[in-house]
């Protein structure tokens, strides 16, 4: 959340995120236009701190993060998903059992979900496929129950 305060002799103003939506990539314009618009008056602005302090330490986070192999930064409030392909399907779905959401048994809609969730859109037919495909293969475990299909990474416990 953000709050961003400019004082204008006695005059004060206060903006707070919750208001409306600001991010890192925005909050630097926001602050520009408030100290045009009060600059117009021809009265002296001074921010509470230095927008070009956030800004150069987001970039260089962002930097930090391109030099990781294969790293991917999603945020699903701030960017549309992207969509993948069937051919990178496989590997999508290998990334969610790696880090284990297939450890007990999940429905295909739960998989696109999750795909969603990291920023990847996919139809699910497509995903249905490639679960089977790894079913079949054996590289997961195929469970019907009620219906469902589950899919899931171990034998699943019978209660």
Same mark, same amino acid.
């Given at each position: 959340?953000?709050?961003?305060?400019?004082?204008? *002799?006695?005059?004060?103003?206060?903006?707070?995120?919750?208001?409306?939506y600001?991010?890192?990539?925005?909050?630097?314009?926001?602050?520009?236009?408030?100290?045009?618009?009060?600059?117009? +008056?021809?009265?002296?602005v001074e921010?509470?701190?230095?927008v070009?302090?956030?800004t150069?330490?987001?970039?260089?986070?962002?930097d930090y993060?391109q030099?990781?192999?294969?790293?991917?930064?999603?945020?699903?409030?701030?960017?549309?998903?992207? *969509?993948?392909?069937p051919?990178?399907l496989? +590997?999508?779905?290998?990334?969610?059992?790696m880090n284990?959401?297939?450890?007990?048994?999940?429905t295909?809609?739960?998989t696109v979900?999750q795909?969603l969730?990291? *920023?990847w859109?996919? +139809?699910?037919?497509a995903?249905?496929?490639?679960?089977?495909?790894?079913?079949?293969?054996?590289?997961l475990?195929?469970?019907?129950?009620?219906?469902?299909?589950?899919?899931c990474?171990?034998?699943p416990?019978?209660?």
């Open positions: 959340m953000a709050k961003v305060r400019l004082k204008l *002799g006695d005059n004060e103003i206060e903006i707070d995120s919750r208001d409306f600001v991010d890192n990539d925005t909050l630097p314009q926001v602050i520009a236009d408030l100290t045009a618009r009060l600059q117009e +008056s021809s009265d002296k921010p509470e701190f230095k070009s302090g956030i150069e330490t987001y970039e260089k986070n962002m993060l030099m990781l192999r294969n790293a991917e930064v999603h945020e699903p409030e701030f960017t549309a998903p992207t *969509g993948i392909t051919e990178e496989p +590997s999508r779905i290998e990334e969610l059992e284990g959401f297939f450890a007990k048994p999940r295909v809609s739960e979900e795909l969730q990291h *920023g859109i996919a +139809s699910p037919l995903v249905s496929k490639t679960l089977s495909k790894m079913a079949f293969n054996r590289e475990m195929k469970t019907s129950e009620e219906k469902k299909t589950f899919y990474k171990q034998t416990l019978i209660n």
